[in-house]
C-alpha cells in the first residue's frame, strides 16, 4: 500500500522502511484516511457535549468530539515521535553492521519497536522475545484498539439515531447540523474522493453532501481499522514472523527506497464509472 498512498500523503521519514507484511502499515494508512475525515466533522455541533463533559470523564467514556480532538496523537506522536526514530536507527545500524541483530543493542531496539507496536496498535501480534525483559510503554495517549471501538460504537449509535429522526421529520438534538451540507476548511485526499462520490460542492435540493452521510462514510472506514485490529482473525495478525523493516531477498539488506505509483486519480475514476454502471444496470440512482 506504501506506493498507492505515500504520493497522496507524503509520510514521515522511516515510513518507507515498514515492510509490507508488517501490518502497521495498512494500520496507519487507516489512521490517515479517517484523521482526513474528521476534518470535515469537526464543523459538527455537539450540543450534548456541552452539557455531559464532567460527566463523560467521570465515567471513563468518551464523546465523539474527544475522539475527534485527540485522533491525530496516533499519528504524530504514537507514531512519528516514538516509532520512527528508532525504527530509523534500527534500520541504519542493521544496513551499516550485518550482525547488529546479535549484539544487545541491536535485540533491544529490535524488541522495543515489537513491543511498541504491541502495546499501541495491535494487539494480538505475535514476535519472538529476544530479551526476557518487557520495555515499558512511552506513549501517554490511550491506545488505538480500545478508542477504535469506542468510535465505531459511538458512530453506530449516532447514525441510526440521526436515521431514525430523518424518517419520523424530526431534528436531531444531539448534533443540530446533522442533516446540513458538510463542510471541509482545507480540502484534502478524502474531501476531494468524498465530494465525487456524494457530490459536494453541489448546492441542490436533495444533495447527499450531509454531515450525516459524512458520519456514515468514517463510520464505515472506522469499522474497517476495529476489525483489523481488534479481531484475531484478520490478516493484521495471519503472519507467524512478521519484519520489522522492508529487506532486499537478493543480499538480506534493508531496502530504503520503494518506487511510488502515479495512477491514483486514474484508479479512482475508473472504480467510480465502474460504480456508476453497476448503479445503472440495478436501476439506482448514483452518486
Not at 491525530?72 to 516509532?83: A, C, G, P
Not at 486519480?265 to 467510480?272: C, G, P, T
Not at 460504480?275 to 448514483?286: C, F, I, Q, V
Amino acid at each position: 500500500m506504501y506506493p498507492f498512498f505515500q504520493p497522496l500523503y507524503r509520510f514521515q521519514d522511516g515510513f518507507n522502511l515498514i515492510s509490507p507484511e508488517n501490518p502497521l502499515q495498512v494500520t496507519i494508512i487507516l489512521v490517515k484516511i479517517i484523521e482526513d475525515l474528521f476534518e470535515g466533522c469537526r464543523h459538527l455541533v455537539f450540543e450534548v457535549d456541552k452539557e455531559k463533559g464532567k460527566a463523560e470523564a467521570a465515567a471513563g467514556s468518551e464523546s465523539l468530539s474527544t475522539i475527534m480532538n485527540e485522533w491525530s496523537d496516533y499519528r504524530e506522536i504514537v507514531f512519528e515521535k516514538l516509532y520512527l526514530p528508532n525504527l530509523r536507527d534500527f534500520v541504519n545500524n542493521l544496513y551499516a553492521q550485518r550482525d547488529f541483530l546479535r549484539n544487545q543493542y541491536g535485540k533491544r531496539l529490535m524488541s522495543n519497536l515489537q513491543w511498541h507496536i504491541y502495546y499501541n496498535f495491535l494487539p494480538y501480534m505475535r514476535f519472538e522475545q529476544l530479551l526476557l525483559d518487557k520495555p515499558s510503554n512511552e506513549s501517554k495517549v490511550r491506545i488505538l484498539p480500545s478508542r477504535v471501538s469506542v468510535l465505531v460504537d459511538e458512530l453506530a449509535r449516532i447514525t441510526a439515531a440521526a436515521d431514525a429522526s430523518a424518517n419520523e421529520g424530526k431534528e436531531f438534538e444531539e448534533i443540530p447540523n446533522i442533516f446540513a451540507p458538510y463542510k471541509f476548511s482545507l480540502p484534502n485526499v478524502v474531501s476531494q474522493r468524498v465530494g465525487v462520490l456524494l457530490g459536494g460542492g453541489k448546492q441542490k435540493q436533495g444533495s447527499r453532501a450531509t454531515n450525516l452521510n459524512l458520519l456514515k462514510y468514517t463510520y464505515a472506514v472506522a469499522s474497517v481499522l476495529d476489525w483489523w485490529v481488534n479481531c484475531k482473525t484478520s490478516p493484521a495478525y495471519s503472519g507467524t514472523k512478521i519484519p520489522v523493516c522492508r529487506i532486499s531477498p537478493d543480499d538480506g539488506r534493508p531496502v530504503f527506497s520503494v518506487e511510488e505509483r502515479e495512477d491514483q486519480n486514474l484508479l479512482f475514476a475508473r472504480s467510480i464509472k465502474a460504480l456508476s454502471a453497476k448503479s445503472t444496470e440495478e436501476g439506482r440512482p448514483t452518486a
